[in-house]
């Protein structure tokens, strides 16, 4: 799979910038996640599609609530 555009010598010239924010969430925010089938509380891991991670779940935005913003501490919950 092709990450960057390499030069004519094969060495990295472009990436692709990364998603630091999608939906108004960002990795590291501490969400509850309150879904049909479960109740979740966590750090959650962004990824730019419907579905972020907390912990080894797979949920949608629509059923998250924000605890707390990601500040680049790090809190014992």
Do not use: N
Request: proline share 6%; glycine share 8%.
């Amino acid at each position: 799979r092709q990450m960057c555009v390499p030069d004519k010598y094969g060495f990295p010239k472009q990436h692709k910038e990364r998603c630091k924010m999608f939906l108004g969430y960002r990795t590291g925010d501490v969400v509850k996640a309150i879904t049909p089938k479960l109740t979740v509380t966590g750090r959650i891991a962004i990824r730019h599609r419907p579905s972020f991670r907390i912990g080894k779940s797979d949920i949608h935005p629509k059923y998250m609530r924000r605890v707390h913003r990601a500040d680049g501490y790090t809190y014992a919950w």
